[in-house]
């Protein structure tokens, strides 16, 4: 999944933060509850051409209908920031 030039390809990092961000809201929905993404912006901060990277997603608010999340991508080689992504989901009953 790299792209012309060697990096991992950005849209990687932007399915890894949906995912974390989705796996911490599953924690905290009533039975029933579903969810799907509204939107979610990544931020770039450094690329990686190797290794192994973490996803880690929080729940910074959780409405009747919206959830507003974050995850931050890191390098599991020495912790640093790859990239940011921030989130908002509808909730559906």
Do not use: P
Request: with cysteine; proline share 0%.
């Amino acid at each position: 999944m790299k792209n012309g030039e060697g990096w991992l390809q950005g849209g990687i990092y932007t399915a890894l933060g949906d995912e974390a961000i989705a796996l911490a809201i599953y924690t905290l929905l009533e039975e029933g509850e579903t969810i799907a993404t509204v939107s979610c912006t990544t931020h770039f901060i450094r690329g990686v051409k190797q290794g192994t990277i973490f996803a880690d997603g929080t729940v910074i608010r959780k409405g009747r209908q919206m959830i507003y999340a974050e995850a931050t991508i890191t390098d599991a080689s020495d912790g640093s920031l790859l990239a940011r992504c921030t989130a908002s989901f509808i909730v559906r009953s």
